[in-house]
């Protein structure tokens, strides 16, 4: 899994909800210590679990309480873009 990610942007894709918020949050803690202004998590569509988004709203409910904008990347809705300052 790790290959997939680069800084910046972090690859969620196939996790649990459970595993994809713990990984984004170490993400955005390494992101936000790099000084980074925003961190890309491939969240996915959906499509592998019965054509509802599992990862995605989790994701957003977990940055909306920890006060963190997100944004569907307009290139890709499968990515979200999170705002860090």
């Known amino acids: 899994h790790e290959q997939n990610n680069?800084?910046?942007?972090?690859?969620?894709?196939g996790l649990s909800?459970?595993?994809a918020i713990s990984y984004s949050d170490k993400a955005i803690k390494e992101a936000?210590?790099?000084g980074?202004?925003?961190i890309r998590l491939i969240v996915g569509k959906g499509l592998h679990s019965d054509g509802q988004?599992?990862?995605k709203p989790a994701i957003e409910k977990k940055m909306r309480?920890?006060?963190?904008?997100t944004e569907?990347?307009?290139?890709?809705?499968?990515?979200?873009?999170?705002?860090?300052?």
């Open 6 to 13: 680069k800084p910046g942007k972090v690859d969620l894709h």
């Open 17 to 19: 909800v459970k595993e």
């Open 32 to 34: 936000l210590q790099r």
């Open 36 to 38: 980074d202004s925003r």
């Open 53 to 55: 988004a599992r990862i």
């Open 65 to 69: 309480q920890c006060n963190l904008p």
């Open 72 to 85: 569907a990347d307009p290139q890709n809705a499968g990515v979200l873009i999170v705002q860090l300052h």
